[in-house]
């Protein structure tokens, strides 16, 4: 201990805190504070502290059971509104008597008369954490009168962050005001951690002088997500007990969904109902669950205060301890998943290990949530035009053809009053996710995609300052995001871009694993406020999924006429001797390429000028290949220019699959001047009128067949065909899609109010 300076720390609380305030804590049932008097003392001297004090909402009662001691002064949290107004503060208020606290709680609806009776009787006092909340919000109005009153403001408070209290500490020294520093301690684990430096003090008058004179520091750590999450975890274990000597019970999903929504919703109110359909051993078992999940399941609540209070305890390194835990459960639970794939008896056992998994880190998720809800109220200058944010969450983009052409576009043109960030595990991302996996997609060769660590992605989401998740698929990174999403009380916007029923049905050929991918669909877009869909056959599917048609919204391709346009020709480019048929996309099964090369072989037998030509690459490519030898020449995965010049020197486009939802590659086709033929299913019926802007065949190898030798034959009929699908097409521009896009966004936002809808 440096004995040329005096030490305190200068905002803790205790048990006599007993009436909760805060809707975090009246979610769970729970007290402001369960930390005896004695033990606050205890731990403060132990921690340095040269002089001690208890800061408790609006009583005394706390510091009277240790006043007696010499080294006490009498101290409360004082909370006062600005009269006929519903803003209030807390005003710490130091070395007072019983007949002062008497007098403060009498006439506290009137902060400026409270601030005139400190001032005239020389008690030394400070603005509690000025940026913080405490009835409706403070404008600059109110701001600039407490910097009148009140001269000491705390500008070091150990439950905010460094970003929370970096604007006080701003206030305070361009005012040339006075800053002191508190642990704000509700959990008794960092009482004294967080402290106020001065002068040496032989007393705590001479100490309170010295603060009234501006002789001060701000000393000590700062809050944190970490350090609040532990805070929470503490409260628990004393209010609650960790019930390490009742029988173990697994805590409940859905229950702690439940209860990290409540806390989520309510963690920054200052008002809240109790605990309603939750009850303590809601909080008990995942206490318990949390503690076996880290390692410290041998501590009772006892045990695990006592490690918090420990001299080199790390909030920091208890976190990463978590993280660790639920990347690498994580992980396990994604081995046990894919193989259940296979072995759908054992759906449910490796749904309940991938919920276990993330139970390391689902305190963390609410700690990072409050702490951002709080930071984004220091933005008090936030525009009404000003854009909202937007967190798209897409899995597999470097696999995905249509999504990743349909993402690039977004974050090319942006979207009209929305800011939009790319967020999953792929290089080509705004926010990368660290990934614990990567994953084989079962029955898709070469195919793979992440999973990401949940506390990355709740750390992305805060520290993006997101208004809204729009989610791409029921991958890994889109399941994220839909549970981000409901947690922390953001709108829900999801676009249906494949039919994966279909798809699990073509590749598997069982119907157990099909079901299940129905089920995860249906919860995924189920929990959607609006379900972005591309074509009236998408419509069907998702009213197959139970969503119901008023949450469904128009949500349909541009093309980039720029881009692919028929003047591009180069005859010599595929081969000017032959009637160049082209395929463009994933070379898979659900894409119909068997249903490809039946065609096309058909119709060769006829015409040998045939020739196909594919971009595009995937599984079934060396199968397409060896059916076809030198009939089909394989360009691969072509940049935007190369795939451009491709389709305006092609002659003929041959869409085969029947389980597309849109078809983006037939807008491109069309605005290169192709005339294009598809199955009659999904997407492609909304895209081409039969006969007028192209053709429509059933998927059916012979109705194809005849369909591509018509078109062989007929210059004249390409030609029509070609003109037709142009002008169609030019109507259909990526400006006027992102406008719809647009348009779904603001019916999500809709139903979430200003203090709602930002999670950051």
């Known amino acids: 201990m440096d004995s040329s300076t005096t030490r305190v720390d200068m905002h803790c609380h205790s048990s006599a805190s007993e009436v909760s305030r805060l809707g975090v804590q009246r979610a769970l049932g729970l007290p402001e504070c369960a930390t005896a008097p004695e033990e606050v003392y205890e731990l403060a001297k132990r921690r340095d502290m040269d002089f001690v004090t208890i800061t408790d909402h609006d009583t005394i009662d706390g510091v009277l059971a240790i006043c007696e001691r010499p080294d006490v002064f009498i101290s409360e949290e004082l909370t006062a509104h600005f009269r006929g107004e519903p803003q209030a503060v807390h005003v710490l208020c130091y070395g007072i008597t019983a007949a002062e606290h008497d007098w403060l709680q009498a006439n506290k609806g009137d902060v400026e008369v409270c601030a005139a009776y400190l001032h005239e009787n020389e008690i030394a006092c400070a603005l509690a954490h000025p940026w913080y909340a405490v009835g409706a919000p403070l404008s600059a109005r109110h701001r600039r009168r407490l910097a009148q009153l009140f001269g000491v403001w705390e500008t070091r408070n150990g439950a905010r962050s460094r970003d929370l209290n970096r604007p006080a500490a701003m206030y305070a020294a361009t005012r040339y005001g006075t800053g002191i520093g508190g642990s704000d301690d509700h959990a008794g684990i960092d009482i004294g951690r967080t402290w106020t430096e001065t002068p040496p003090s032989s007393s705590p008058e001479e100490f309170l002088a010295h603060v009234r004179a501006g002789r001060v520091t701000a000393r000590g750590a700062q809050g944190s997500a970490a350090k609040w999450a532990h805070s929470a975890i503490t409260l628990v274990a004393r209010s609650l007990g960790s019930g390490a000597d009742a029988p173990r019970q697994a805590p409940d999903p859905r229950r702690v969904m439940a209860l990290v929504q409540r806390l989520l919703r309510e963690a920054d109110a200052r008002q809240g109902v109790d605990g309603g359909d939750l009850d303590h051993s809601d909080a008990r078992s995942l206490l318990r669950a949390w503690l076996a999940a880290v ?44 193989r259940a794939v296979s072995e759908p008896e054992r759906a449910q056992s490796a749904a309940l290990r991938l919920f276990e998994s993330c139970i390391a880190a689902i305190p963390y998720g609410p700690a990072a949530a409050f702490l951002a809800r709080e930071t984004a109220k220091l933005d008090e200058h936030r525009e009404e035009c000003e854009p909202q944010r937007v967190a798209v969450f897409a899995d597999g983009i470097g696999a995905t053809h249509g999504v990743s052409r349909t993402l690039e576009e977004i974050r090319v043109r942006g979207v009209p009053g929305f800011e939009i960030e790319i967020i999953g595990t792929d290089p080509d991302v705004d926010r990368r996710l660290s990934a614990v996996a990567e994953l084989d997609v079962p029955f898709y060769p070469g195919l793979r995609i992440g999973v990401p660590s949940l506390a990355a992605a709740v750390q992305s989401v805060t520290d993006g300052a997101f208004d809204i998740i729009h989610v791409c698929s029921p991958g890994p990174v889109g399941a994220t995001g839909a549970l981000l999403a409901r947690a922390l009380g953001l709108p829900l916007v999801g676009s249906y871009h494949t039919d994966l029923t279909a798809y699990a049905r073509l590749r598997s050929h069982s119907e157990e694993l099909t079901s299940m991918m129905d089920m995860g669909l249906a919860a995924l877009y189920g929990a959607c406020e609006v379900v972005l869909s591309p074509s009236p056959s998408a419509d069907r599917s998702l009213a197959g999924h139970g969503v119901g048609a008023e949450r469904v919204l128009r949500w349909d391709r541009g093309v980039d006429t720029a881009r692919f346009d028929p003047a591009l020709r180069d005859r010599s480019l595929l081969g000017a001797e032959h009637i160049n048929v082209l395929y463009s996309g994933r070379i898979t099964h659900e894409k119909g390429v068997q249903l490809l090369a039946d065609a096309f072989l058909a119709a060769h037998a006829r015409d040998r000028r045939l020739h196909l030509t594919v971009a595009g690459g995937g599984p079934e490519q060396e199968l397409l290949r060896s059916r076809l030898g030198e009939r089909v020449s394989f360009l691969g995965w072509l940049r935007a220019e190369q795939l451009a010049r491709a389709y305006a020197s092609a ?79 030019r109507e259909r521009t990526w400006e006027s899609a992102l406008e719809r896009l647009a348009r779904g966004y603001e019916r999500a936002l809709a139903p979430f109010s200003d203090t709602a809808r930002r999670v950051a």
């Not at 639920?326 to 046990?336: D, G, I, M, P």
């Not at 053709?695 to 012979?702: I, S, T």
Request: proline share 3%.
């Open 295 to 338: 390692g410290l399941d041998q501590l009772d609540e006892r045990a695990l205060i006592e490690h918090m209070q420990e001299q080199d305890f790390s909030h920091a390194d208890l976190y990463r301890r978590s993280c660790r835990a639920h990347e690498r459960k994580l992980r396990s639970a994604v081995e046990e998943a894919v």
């Open 651 to 729: 002659d003929i486009f041959l869409f085969p699959s029947a389980t597309d939802t849109f078809g983006q590659v037939i807008l491109e086709a069309q605005a290169s001047g192709l005339p294009v033929l598809a199955v009659a299913a999904g997407g492609p019926l909304s895209l081409i009128e039969d006969g007028v802007s192209g053709l429509l065949r059933e998927a059916d190898a012979q109705s194809l067949a005849e369909a591509l030798l018509e078109l062989a034959a007929s210059p004249l009929l390409r030609a029509r065909l070609a003109k037709a699908g142009l002008t169609a097409v």
